[in-house]
């Protein structure tokens, strides 16, 4: 990563469409992050050759994208995008284990055919837009976490190198998953910004100790007047956590 120490945990969500935003921002940030999110929107606004645009200024990709169709589709879509040499990219778990298993082919394919690092696979279990109410009206049965355990332990038998959760979530699956399945954690916002519309959020701090891998934080950075300050601000947050 470009980054070292707390700060190659930490990636800035760059939620745009506009390419000149996301370069702009991702140039600027280089030093200050381990790495840039890249979503949905961004990727069909400007497709591989805006996401290469971003990854050539040096700084890691992950890529966003949440895939989720029949197996071979997913797995055509993924090795189309790993040809961006993203750091990381997604899948809905929900998908399904051979949709999952797919995938995580896929990405070894891509790499032997790229020549470039393996793409590694995540699976996305529950929105942290979600709380149990939303849970229950998609027709899931129980709670959030319950979804969560169920989902991160079919992505972990599918072959996937982690998953995205919440941090509410993230001692239970250390003792489910094992120390080497990543964790990356969205829903993050430091004590001075807003939750935005995201239910389940937690404090940078508070995700490390419980066992993140990754903090995953969005607008605190970009919206701020100054986002290299920002995230030096997170990062200091991040540094307070020693093991």
Not at 82 to 98: D, F, K, N, R
Not at 100 to 127: D, E, F, H, Q, W
Request: include cysteine; charged fraction near 20%; charge should be negative.
């Amino acid at each position: 990563m470009t980054s070292s120490g707390r700060a190659s945990q930490l990636i800035c969500a760059i939620d745009t469409g506009e390419l000149g935003v996301a370069v702009d921002l991702a140039g600027s940030l280089k030093d200050s992050v381990g790495a840039v999110k890249l979503g949905l929107e961004f990727f069909i606004a400007n497709g591989p050759e805006g996401v290469r645009a971003v990854s050539e200024l040096g700084v890691p990709v992950f890529l966003d994208l949440k895939l989720c169709d029949i197996p071979n589709t997913v797995a055509g879509a993924l090795r189309m995008a790993a040809i961006t040499a993203p750091m990381m990219i997604t899948v809905h778990a929900t998908g399904g284990p051979a949709m999952m298993r797919a995938a995580a082919g896929a990405a070894v394919r891509a790499a032997n055919s790229y020549g470039i690092p393996r793409p590694k696979v995540l699976g996305v279990t529950v929105l942290t837009s979600f709380d149990e109410d939303d849970v229950a009206a998609v027709g899931m049965q129980g709670p959030v976490q319950e979804q969560v355990k169920r989902l991160a332990k079919l992505a972990l038998d599918c072959g996937l190198d982690g998953i995205v959760a919440s941090a509410h979530e993230i001692a239970m699956l250390r003792d489910l998953c094992g120390d080497d399945f990543l964790l990356v954690v969205p829903g993050i916002r430091p004590g001075w910004s807003s939750s935005d519309d995201q239910k389940r959020i937690v404090p940078p701090a508070e995700a490390l100790a419980q066992g993140a891998d990754y903090l995953v934080v969005g607008r605190p950075i970009p919206r701020s007047d100054d986002p290299v300050a920002a995230a030096r601000r997170i990062v200091d947050e991040m540094e307070s956590v020693t093991a």
